[in-house]
């Protein structure tokens, strides 16, 4: 019994963090997706896709994540009208309208290599939940520490030929 | 304003510098500071932009991301000494950050700069950043800004109060130049000492020192000029004093200085003495002997220690003298006259006797006119001298002339001579043929004055010929109307006066009484002027007129110049007909002028008639005409008189 509490406390303490943590990520990413000064060259429709990217069978997740999103911004983020939309590794890189990518918690690093890679050679940003993913080649993720902290990859930065507000890197925290 | 326009030269510059240069000062300091304290707060108001211009990207960007902490992104402003307080907010007033430094106590004026927040990609205002910026610097900066003036101030005084003081002493110069001109004085030479003298006041003492000399060499001219005139002045007064004091010809003091010297002393006995005919003299020798004369007679009565003055043409006065008596003054006159009578002197190379008639007023208040009076009475009672007697009444008699002398010239103003005529009768025919016109003064009451009573005085005044006129014009008027001949009286005066006759002359055309006017003059007159006479009787006579002797027969009449004259009438004198019955000899004369009328073909008429015993005694005598109180009073024939 006591160790179904502890596991049962350590769960929620783990889930208030994921929470916390995404919920930050559904809050700002599509604004850091509006700091692209090529966004509008990356869509033919009027509406820009951010893709919630998931693998295995986390589409559920992914949908979640979405409908957050979608639901906390309306919509539209500055001029900008949006749709989060859930998509799986395999969908996405066939996709050529996707202007932003965000990839939830716990993928595998094959999965987050190969989505990193199609980023770079499409300068289609991707963020992550884990900053830890940045070492897959991530452009980008929130980190929730003293401060919020945005982690910019520097390598795929470069690489990706990415176009930013420059404000951003005045606050992003690029690392190598 | 008036102060500073009669301050002093050296006051009024330091004035005008010290105004001019507070003017520019004080223009210079207020754009100064303006600027200064603009470009200060500019300054700090930049800084302050600079620093939200770093800050408000990433805060921007920071609030667009919904990152609530931003501590730590603007840690390197906060962090700054200048930077008082931090205020981040979003348009709905949600304050995000809220920074205030703890140990600001400072009482500098701070500086707020509030800048808006922009999205980073469509540049809409999401928020707005307060920059609190210590003004601290910016005091500091006016601190020294207002030291610095401070000094500059105090520099531009002290040299504007040397540049006073250097100025005084630049213009000292003037003032003793002004000193030492000021108790210039044309004979006083002055030198002008100036230490420390400009050029320019250099100069100006050159030309001060060319001036006064000019101005020493005029005055010594006019000093000159001055002693000349002074002398030419005092001779002149000399000369003047003379002239007016003294006589020219003789030098003797005039009547002007014995009037004076009567009035200075009291002596008040005065003799006049007049040369007996000395208009004769003058004529039969000359002005020039006459002048020479009276000067020779200057020197001999000076000589006889009389103190003579020469108070007119032939008359010399003599005052008595102090110390003597009346009767010692008596005395020397008579003495003066014997030895005048003796005394010859030289015109010509020829000997002249002199005679002199003198009048003397003693103790008199009015001394020269008493005197001339006395001259008078003596010169007429041919004595030799008289002192004037104010019991004789003479002075009064002057009085009385004069005064009827007033009232005949107030008479012929107010037309007051008035005329009566006094019928002249026929003997044979016993009827009036002629008038005699007899004038009178009408006085105001209606009374009348006799001729003698003032025609006398007329002809002294020269009033007679206005008189005679008036009767002219009067009694050729009143004949004009009616047909009898009248006669008018006419002095030998009125014959010689032009205007007369050309008014009588004029009269007589206009009335056309010519050729019944007889003019009646006297025997003696026409005897002394004969000449004069007999030509206005031709003139006369020309136009028609008759001429009568009047008062014939008492004279020395010379029967040959009646002839001459070519009367038409005698006129037997009345003292010779009023006693024709009595006196003889009077009927003998009468007889003869009758005879002598009768021969030569004219009239005679006789005056007096005072009684039928007279006028049957003048009929059987056989004369022509009778008038008098017997056959005719005068009376007034014209109307308005009547």
């Known amino acids: 019994m006591r160790v179904l509490f502890l596991l049962m406390v350590g769960f929620f303490v783990a889930l208030a963090d994921d929470t916390f943590i995404l919920n930050a990520h559904i809050r700002m990413l599509p604004k850091i997706m509006a700091l692209d000064t090529r966004l509008t060259l990356k869509t033919d429709s009027s509406k820009v896709i951010f893709a919630v990217v998931y693998d295995s069978n986390r589409k559920s997740d992914a949908q ?66 884990d900053v830890a993913d940045l070492d897959s080649g991530i452009l980008g993720s929130i980190a929730i520490e003293r401060s919020t902290i945005i982690y910019i990859n520097k390598k795929s930065l470069k690489e990706g030929k990415f176009h930013f507000d420059e404000t951003l890197y005045q606050i992003a925290r690029l690392i190598e | 304003m008036n102060r500073f326009i009669n301050a002093r030269l050296s006051t ?26 603009d470009l200060t707060l500019t300054s700090q108001k930049e800084k302050a932009s600079l620093l939200i211009d770093t800050v408000s990207p990433a805060v921007s960007l920071s609030l667009f991301l919904g990152i609530n902490d931003l501590g730590n992104k603007l840690s390197a402003i906060t962090q700054r000494n200048e930077v008082i307080a931090l205020k981040i907010s979003d348009l709905k007033g949600n304050i995000y950050l809220n920074y205030r430094q703890h140990d600001f106590t400072s009482s500098y004026q701070a500086i707020n700069i509030t800048a808006d927040l922009m999205e980073p990609s469509t540049l809409k205002p999401i928020g707005s950043i307060t920059l609190t910026y210590s003004g601290e610097e910016f005091t500091k900066t006016m601190d020294r800004f207002y030291t610095l003036y401070g000094w500059i101030t105090i520099s531009i005084f002290s040299i504007l109060w040397l540049m006073m003081l250097w100025i005084n002493r630049l213009l000292l110069p003037i003032t003793l130049i002004a000193h030492k001109v000021r108790n210039f004085k044309p004979g006083k030479k002055i030198t002008f000492d100036i230490p420390y003298a400009q050029r320019e006041f250099t100069q100006i003492i050159h030309s001060f020192e060319t001036m006064q000399e000019s101005v020493i060499q005029y005055s010594d001219e006019i000093e000159a000029i001055n002693k000349n005139l002074e002398m030419k002045i005092t001779e002149q007064t000399h000369r003047a004093t003379q002239h007016l004091y003294y006589d020219n010809l003789t030098s003797l003091p005039n009547r002007i200085k014995l009037q004076e010297d009567l009035l200075e002393k009291a002596i008040n006995t005065v003799a006049i003495l007049n040369i007996d005919d000395f208009k004769e003299i003058n004529d039969f020798f000359g002005i020039d002997a006459g002048d020479w004369l009276l000067t020779q007679i200057a020197h001999w009565l000076s000589e006889m220690k009389l103190k003579p003055y020469r108070i007119g043409g032939d008359e010399f006065a003599f005052r008595l003298k102090e110390g003597n008596s009346h009767i010692e003054f008596q005395h020397d006159i008579e003495m003066l006259l014997s030895l005048l009578s003796e005394k010859l002197f030289m015109i010509a190379e020829e000997t002249v006797h002199v005679r002199a008639t003198v009048g003397i007023a003693v103790e008199s208040d009015k001394p020269l006119i008493h005197a001339d009076v006395a001259l008078n ?40 001579i008035v005329c009566q005529y006094q019928p002249i009768v026929s003997c044979a025919a016993g009827k009036i043929e002629k008038f005699e016109t007899l004038v009178r ?55 010689l006066d032009v205007r007369t006759v050309t008014t009588i002359e004029n009269i007589l055309r206009q009335t056309g009484t010519a050729n019944r006017v007889i003019f009646e003059i006297l025997e003696s007159e026409g005897i002394e002027n004969f000449d004069e006479v007999a030509s206005f009787i031709t003139r006369m006579k020309e136009l028609g007129a008759k001429f009568a002797i009047d008062d014939f027969g008492t004279g020395y009449s ?20 009023k006693s024709i019955n009595e006196n003889p000899r009077n009927r003998i004369v009468v007889e003869a002028i009758v005879d002598f009328a009768h021969r030569i073909g004219i009239d005679t008429v006789a005056e007096f008639v005072a009684s039928e015993e007279i006028l049957q ?11 008098g109180f017997h056959t005719g009073k005068p009376l007034f024939l014209n109307p308005k008189l009547m």
């Open chain 2, 12 to 37: 009024k510059l330091f004035m005008t510098l010290v105004l001019v240069t507070l003017i520019i000062f004080i223009t210079i300091t207020l754009a100064t500071f303006s600027i200064v304290r």
């Open chain 1, 64 to 129: 979640f994540i979405a409908d957050e999103i979608n639901k906390f911004h309306n919509g539209k983020v500055s001029n900008i009208h949006f749709t989060a939309v859930p998509f799986s590794l395999n969908e996405i890189i066939e996709r050529k309208d996707i202007a932003f990518v965000y990839v939830i918690q716990r993928c595998n690093s094959k999965s987050l290599k190969k989505i990193a890679a199609w980023g770079i050679s499409n300068s289609i940003p991707t963020f992550s939940y």
């Open chain 2, 441 to 495: 003064i009408q006085n105001e009451d209606g009374s009348l004055i006799a001729p003698y009573d003032f025609l006398p005085i007329a002809q002294k005044t020269k009033l007679y010929h206005h008189i005679t006129q008036e009767v002219v014009y009067q009694a050729c008027h009143l004949f004009a109307a009616r047909d009898e001949q009248f006669s008018i009286n006419l002095s030998s005066s009125d014959m």
């Open chain 2, 558 to 577: 010379n029967f040959e110049n009646i002839l001459k004259l070519n009367v038409d009438i005698l006129k037997i004198d009345g003292t010779l007909i």
């Open chain 2, 617 to 627: 005694n003048i009929t059987d005598l056989g004369i022509t005409y009778a008038q």
């Open chain 2, 377 to 416: 009475k003596a010169r007429s009672a041919k004595l030799p001298y008289s002192i004037y007697d104010q019991s004789e009444g003479i002075e009064q008699q002057y009085q009385a002339n004069i005064a009827m002398s007033a009232q005949i010239r107030q008479a012929l103003v107010e037309h007051r």
